[in-house]
């Protein structure tokens, strides 16, 4: 029995000594390599979408599609109540189609909790079935419960895709 208890032990140890990162044979040079790609790849996801109740003329210059009259159409309806509004303003200069994608990238967050079933199907990639879960989670206590139950339906990239598009 002492041995069992001490294999345990002594398994365990060199488990959690693995895990702390105190494994002296990793190179600075291997840390360093694998911490960039890390950030990069969150500051991507998180920079992907820009808030249209934020943005600037000047940003907005620079995006595919967007005149400088549509530019000055979306500065001027700032803030937005909601992602309906916003795409009322788009409405007025674009196609369904091109509404679309410039959503696709400009985007006023909905709430999880108050958003409209309209605000909700605005949401890019947004499937009927989609809208249903989202809607029948409601309340969400935080982001976490979000991830929790969409992640039961769509995997980890789609859920963070959907991140981009929502606010609580």
């Known amino acids: 029995m002492r041995k069992l208890t001490f294999t345990v032990l002594a398994g365990s140890a060199l488990a959690l000594a693995a895990c702390s990162g105190a494994n002296d044979e990793a190179t600075d040079e291997t840390a360093t390599?694998?911490?960039?790609?890390?950030?990069t790849a969150e500051t991507t996801a998180a920079t992907t979408v820009m808030d249209a109740n934020t943005v600037t003329e000047e940003q907005l210059a620079a995006m595919d599609g967007v005149t400088p009259e549509l530019a000055a159409a979306i500065v001027a309806g700032q803030p937005y109540e909601n992602v309906t509004a916003f795409n009322t303003v788009l409405m007025e200069t674009l196609g369904e189609d091109q509404a679309a994608t410039l959503r696709e990238t400009l985007f006023v967050p909905?709430?999880?909790?108050?958003?409209?079933?309209?605000?909700?199907k605005l949401i890019p990639g947004m499937t009927e079935k989609m809208e249903h879960e989202f809607m029948e989670y409601r309340p969400y206590e935080d982001m976490?419960?979000?991830n929790r139950e969409i992640g039961k339906y769509v995997d980890e990239a789609e859920v963070a895709r959907f991140r981009n598009y929502v606010t609580l």
């Open 33 to 39: 390599a694998e911490a960039p790609a890390a950030d």
């Open 110 to 120: 909905v709430n999880l909790n108050t958003g409209s079933e309209e605000d909700i």
């Open 144 to 146: 976490n419960e979000f």
